[in-house]
């Protein structure tokens, strides 16, 4: 057994080995690679992407022949491969933001990646470099926004070119080395049959959220991280009127409404002075002036749940948005905790009034063990004098009756 054990422990130390030599030779090859593109005067952002590719690869070649670097066809390949994905991609995210099968990319540092692949967090092969590889990777993701990564902003929100939701944090804030979570952008938009078919819903849920949609109620879509709120309100969205006019407000464009009329809208960050945000708040406000027949939130955060609700209380019935929490009652609470910290001064019985006037029904979304999400309960809010809720529950799922 120990014999075994050693010969483990010296596959591993050799298995190390060697990914670190394949990673300096990844590095010098991207230095030669860029210098002999800038030589040849090939422009990657300007140039045929099957030119690029070549150009690429004849570098690669060249090198390893210069250096005379003993490497298999299946190892040269792979380095062009990835030289190829350094130069005109983002490196080593390049194939799992390609695996359609891939949900989340999450690198904690040069050598720890994880995926999420149908819920389950597992460890990816790939890695980078060193500390400097994960910025330049991330440095290249912000360039074409505008947006900016260094000691003063060390950390940012951002979005791929196919949508995809990307959160970056750098040193100092990150202790063990610059971190990227990436939320990817699902190409293929989750229908009624396709969440009916998975078990994440019932037909019977499907005829609720619709009736409730049709008939303008105000929706708050409620669940914890990962548990599906966006494809919901892309899904419920497809039953608004075709003659109606929605309004979209999101911190990063996700949603894709299957609808003819719609305009997005999105908050800006400030810059580097400081100056030029524009909050939620302030576009909710703005975009009463815009016609809305219906206001599309794409998350309650902070203060711009004042503006919502009186929104949804003032003609434009049908409104909604998300929340993070773990129950549809958490829900309430969270709201009534953020009128409070917002500076909304009135009585609890006042500030229960205007929930319960203005939100009709709360969605509330769960995310099982096994990774997979549903429709945990469904509920309609009436309102009293005494500034109670009543809740009524339209639709529960098997999983939460109880005896």
């Known amino acids: 057994m120990l014999q075994a054990a050693g010969t483990n422990i010296a596959r591993s130390m050799v298995a190390g080995r060697i990914d670190e030599e394949y990673q300096q030779l990844k590095a010098h090859t991207h230095q030669r690679v860029v210098d002999k593109l800038d030589e040849d005067g090939v422009e990657v952002a300007k140039s045929n992407r099957a030119h690029v590719n070549e150009a690429i690869t004849r570098a690669v070649h060249q090198h390893i022949a210069e250096r005379r670097t003993p490497l298999s066809t299946q190892d040269l390949n792979q380095l062009v491969r990835d030289m190829i994905d350094e130069v005109t991609g983002f490196g080593p995210l390049e194939p799992m933001l390609r695996d359609d099968r ?66 970056a944090i750098i040193p100092p804030l990150a202790l063990d080395g610059p971190s990227i979570s990436i939320r990817k952008f699902n190409r293929h938009h989750l229908n009624a049959e396709d969440l009916i078919r998975s078990g994440a819903m019932t037909e019977n849920c499907l005829q609720v959220l619709i009736d409730a949609v049709q008939s303008r109620r105000n929706i708050l879509v409620s669940g914890g991280t990962g548990t599906g709120k966006t494809t919901m309100l892309n899904l419920i969205s497809q039953y608004i009127a075709r003659n109606q006019r929605i309004l979209t407000i999101e911190d990063s464009a996700e949603l894709t409404l299957n609808h003819p009329h719609v305009v997005r809208l999105e908050t800006r960050p400030a810059n580097a002075e400081g100056k030029g945000c524009v909050t939620a708040r302030e576009l909710v406000i703005n975009s009463l002036r815009m016609r809305p027949d219906r206001i599309i939130l794409g998350e309650v955060r902070s203060n711009e749940i004042i503006e919502l609700l009186q929104a949804m209380n003032t003609g434009h019935e049908g409104s909604m948005s998300t929340i993070h929490a773990n129950g549809t009652r958490d829900a309430l609470v969270r709201i009534e905790t953020l009128l409070a910290v917002s500076g909304y001064e009135a009585s609890e019985q006042a500030i229960g009034r205007l929930i319960s006037s203005a939100l009709d029904m709360i969605i509330q979304l ?33 999983d939460e009756v109880g005896p």
Not at 375 to 384: C, P, R, T
């Open 102 to 167: 891939i949900n989340d990319v999450l690198v904690n540092g040069p050598e720890n990646v994880f995926v999420e692949i149908s819920g389950v967090l597992q460890r990816a092969q790939a890695r980078f470099v060193d500390d400097a590889h994960v910025i330049r990777v991330i440095r290249r993701i912000l360039s074409p926004l505008g947006r900016r990564l260094d000691e003063a902003s060390p950390m940012v929100d951002a979005r791929l070119p196919d949508g995809s939701r990307v959160n």
């Open 366 to 398: 769960v995310r099982l063990p096994d990774g997979r999400r549903q429709v945990s309960e469904v509920v309609a809010l009436k309102s009293s004098e005494s500034g109670e809720y009543h809740m009524e529950y339209l639709y529960r799922s098997s």
